[in-house]
């Protein structure tokens, strides 16, 4: 069984600030996504990292692909309470995605 | 907006209610999908549908019945709840199964509370 761990599960920091969230495997996966949820929605895809090693920016989100495709990471910089929600990672393998259990982040203005 | 819509987005019901959810995808897509997503579990894949076709049944208990019409709509018919069935239902679609890349695209959900 395919098992994706995020950390960490809950993160509160102040707008300004820099963090890291990290998506951890021991399986190897085709492909990777990063989805964001706000309350009351479902989630809603930031971004795909397919190559082993691949960094990809969105605005002040950056997010890397593990060499070995096994992990995977978003930094965010300077955050900003709009970046408030539920960040999941989601491994494809087998024709179906495997979803971590997300990291509920809170930005505090 | 994602353009897949799910309906209604909150219900509660008894155990021995029948309820049905729905979603509709405006995207094209050919492989929808639901998705139970429950307070501090990862997001449990339920059901797959791909061209019409059921392509995975995720060991999920008989009171929860799935329907695909055609490839833009999907139903989830429920009966006989339990209380541990509360939870958010999430419809999602996708180009089609084992495409290149599986992104998926995800409805509001259906916030479901069963007393």
């Known amino acids: 069984t395919q098992l994706l761990e995020q950390s960490p599960q809950f993160l509160s920091i102040q707008e300004g600030e820099n963090l890291t969230v990290y998506c951890n495997s021991s399986s190897v996966f085709s492909s990777l996504q990063w989805y964001r949820q706000e309350p009351g929605e479902g989630p809603v895809l930031l971004v795909t990292?397919?190559?082993?090693?691949e960094v990809k920016k969105l605005k002040r989100l950056t997010f890397q692909f593990g060499d070995a495709r096994k992990d995977s990471s978003l930094h965010i910089t300077a955050a900003q309470p709009g970046d408030t929600g539920l960040y999941l990672c989601?491994?494809?393998?087998?024709?179906?995605?495997?979803f971590g259990q997300g990291t509920r982040l809170t930005i505090n203005p | 907006e994602t353009g897949v819509t799910q309906t209604p987005r909150h219900l509660v019901m008894g155990m021995t209610n029948k309820k049905s959810l729905k979603c509709e995808q405006h995207l094209g897509h050919n492989a929808m999908y639901w998705y139970k997503q429950s307070a501090k579990k990862p997001l449990e894949l339920m059901f797959v549908y791909n061209f019409k076709e059921q392509t995975e049944n995720n060991s999920v208990p008989s009171r929860f019945s799935p329907e695909c019409p055609n490839s833009s709509h999907l139903f989830l018919h429920l009966h006989t709840l339990q209380p541990e069935d509360s939870a958010l239902y999430l419809c999602a679609s996708q180009r089609g199964v084992g495409g290149l890349y599986n992104e998926q695209f995800f409805g509001p959900g259906t916030r479901l509370t069963v007393l």
């Open positions: 990292v397919v190559t082993g090693g």
């Open positions: 989601a491994g494809e393998g087998a024709q179906k995605l495997v």
